[in-house]
């Protein structure tokens, strides 16, 4: 695999009016692509897509940004490409990365637009030692109100040919149960993955409490210490996913 290409649409993102503190809240929604597994699967990767966050009691932050993970840190950068980027209006948006013709590193796009390059990406290596993970990560789902998001994937064979992920070569990952009478929100996804043969779509959602729970009754999450460059401190607000993987 040489290219991941996703596309969902800039869903809006709800956030409640409790005084979170310092704790971290948000959503993610991700396309990430790690081009060599041949050590860890969760070796040096490429993560791009739609981020949302609480900033205060009534204020959030929306749009999309793309991360670079190496084994020696990591690096985000915001994106500002396309038309209207940051708006939840409901537009489709495209997200991809490609390995560069020359060497082991990867251009990044957003609707088509050029927005940055990796520096420490490893190998290719032939056969089936790399993936892609399509999917939904959300910190403090009880303070946040996710909609439907239906994610497509596709990835660039060697050949430089964008075919499907067949559904032998699916897994799922989804870390709180599914939405049901005795898994009530916001404690739980709702997900369903579209196939036959081939991937197709994978809807996601993280619904709030209905009817939603008063500020003043939620717990406050503790508050949280910065994050290392090395990306591996433990989160005091655990994030909760739900995630499809080729490999």
Known sequence: MIGGFATWRNVPITFDHADTGSATVQALNYLRVTPNTSSSPDGPNIEIGL?????GRTTNSYGPRWTELTSSGGRT?????????SKPNKRN???????????NQWDVLYDFNKVGSTTSQLKVLGGATNRIDVGLEVTGPQYIDVPAISNRMQYMT????????ATRNVAKSVTLPTCSSSSRPPSCFTTKL?????FTQWTVSSPASTPPLSPRRL????????RSTAWTSKPCNPAWT???TAA
């Open 51 to 55: 981020y949302a966050q609480k900033t």
């Open 219 to 226: 717990p406050r999450p503790p508050a949280c210490p910065p």
């Open 194 to 198: 579209t196939d036959s043969t081939n």
């Open 158 to 165: 060697g050949n430089k040919v964008w075919e499907r992920v």
């Open 242 to 244: 739900t995630t499809l």
């Open 93 to 103: 948006h495209t997200y991809m990365t490609v390995r560069q013709d020359h060497g």
């Open 77 to 85: 950068k915001a994106i500002t490409a396309g038309v209207d980027p």
